[in-house]
């Protein structure tokens, strides 16, 4: 008992116990695993914070179109070199101010870089600007990123609700079809795009529009106002979401409504009376997140690693006139 109430007295005044070196050995084996959880905590709140704040932008972005008129876009304009430009004091094509870019990064098909401009920031560019105005502190990498604006206006017609290959509704009800998808002329790649989103007539068939300058016959291969043109799936530039994915959507919004209410899916005649024709803006932000620490040991993780954020809001100035 004896022995052992001096052992602690030499341990509180620190004189050497025969234990010399255990804290360094305890050290040696824990330091590195700390330091591996300390990096990978940085990397990850690094991600957050990248992903945070870009959700944030496309909101911005998407409040900003919502209280502006994209009808009053010249159709044609999204292909102008000079209008994916946020710097239109200045003929050179420049991103931002004091820059000195000639040429656009990326060749996107069909655009052309002539002097036509159409003055002051417009809406599908001021949008797209908007978005790379704000992402400070994070840069917009013009050979990596993208931004893509799309504005789509929707109407309800009086057809069976089949979307999902299922059974049509008995009676049929009425669905929300979109009726136009602008930029007219960058609205389908394809698959999904089953039809140009104007080829439609009020009983819900297609229909090819004899009259309707925004209507084309053939694929676009590329989906809403593209800032860069990095964003690719395939063959197709620019928006992730084609025309089914989006009717989809806005039928199961309907369903979900009414499921939550306790209501039977089906959606009665009052509810079809009040389901508004509108429009809404989808912007979407396409960014490379790049590791902050750079290290091989997370190398099986991705450098960089693609963000994908989108916003949709209501733009009623888009909203069908029918």
Not at 74 to 91: H, V
Not at 163 to 180: I, K
Not at 273 to 292: D, G, M, R
Request: a negative charge; one cysteine or more.
């Amino acid at each position: 008992m004896r022995r052992h109430f001096r052992r602690l007295v030499a341990v509180l005044d620190g004189t050497p116990t025969g234990f010399r070196g255990q804290s360094l050995v305890e050290m040696t084996v824990t330091l590195p695993i700390f330091l591996i959880m300390l990096a990978g905590m940085v990397e990850v709140g690094w991600f957050a914070n990248n992903y945070l704040i870009l959700s944030d932008v496309v909101r911005t972005s998407g409040r900003f179109g919502s209280v502006r008129d994209p009808l009053l876009w010249e159709e044609g304009q999204e292909k102008n070199y000079n209008l994916l430009d946020c710097d239109l004091a200045d003929t050179t094509y420049n991103k931002n101010r004091l820059e000195s870019i000639n040429e656009p990064p990326v060749s996107l098909p069909g655009f052309f870089s002539g002097e036509e401009t159409m003055g002051d920031l417009s809406y599908y560019d001021g949008v797209a600007c908007s978005a790379v105005n704000n992402m400070v502190p994070l840069d917009f990498k013009d050979e990596e990123d993208d931004i893509i604006v799309s504005v789509i206006a929707y109407a309800r017609y009086p057809i069976g609700c089949d979307f999902d290959n299922s059974t049509p509704h008995n009676p049929p009800c009425t669905e929300l079809r979109v009726s136009g998808r602008y930029p007219a002329g960058q609205n389908e790649c394809g698959g999904g795009d089953y039809r140009d989103p104007f080829d439609v007539d009020q009983d819900g068939q297609a229909t090819v529009p004899e009259d309707d300058t925004r209507f084309d016959v053939g694929q676009d291969g590329i989906r809403g106002y593209v800032f860069r043109g990095n964003e690719r799936s395939g063959d197709c530039i620019g928006s992730r979401f084609d025309l089914r994915w989006i009717e989809q959507r806005l039928h199961r919004s309907l369903m979900e409504t009414n499921q939550q209410t306790g209501e039977s899916p089906n959606i009665s005649d009052l509810e079809r009376n009040y389901i508004p024709n509108f429009a809404l803006i989808l912007v979407e932000i396409s960014w490379n997140s790049h590791q902050l620490l750079h290290l091989p040991l997370y190398s099986w993780i991705g450098d960089p690693v693609r963000i994908h954020v989108w916003s949709i809001f209501p733009v009623s100035a888009a909203e069908p006139d029918f």
